[in-house]
Nanobody, 122 residues
Framework: QVQLVESGGGLVQAGGSLSLSCAVSGLTFRWYAMGWFRQGPGKEREFVAAINWPGSSTDYTESVKGRFTISRDNAKNTVYLQLNSLKPEDTAVYYC???????????????WGQGTQVTVSS
């Protein structure tokens, strides 16, 4: 069974930082593209960031570019999202995702975690 388990969410003040982790099991991690989506209150679920299986290429949605950083450690089967300069509009449930192609992990991921809540106060 494929499992993606997010951790690291919490409450932070605007301008602060937070680090999210996603532990993956049940698949050959290094062969999968990984990503993050989020869904804020009253909003549609949206793509946030993605990284290919070697970790050599990354993509971000425009609203987080320069503030968020995605990374992965294939030896630990873990993908990370560093969130800096947080804004209240970043408040959302953040979901870890996995797919066997890089385009799909940004559009229609094959696997989803349960999500971790990030709340940014103003």
């Amino acid at each position: 069974q494929v499992q993606l388990v997010e951790s690291g969410g919490g409450l932070v003040q605007a301008g602060g930082s937070l680090s999210l982790s996603c532990a993956v099991s049940g698949l050959t991690f290094r062969w999968y593209a990984m990503g993050w989506f989020r869904q804020g209150p009253g909003k549609e679920r949206e793509f946030v960031a993605a990284i290919n299986w070697p970790g050599s290429s990354t993509d971000y949605t425009e609203s987080v570019k320069g503030r968020f950083t995605i990374s992965r450690d294939n030896a630990k089967n873990t993908v990370y999202l560093q969130l800096n300069s947080l804004k209240p509009e970043d408040t959302a449930v953040y979901y870890c995702t996995a797919s066997n192609t890089y385009p799909d992990v940004m559009r229609s991921p094959a696997y989803w975690g349960q999500g971790t809540q990030v709340t940014v106060s103003s």
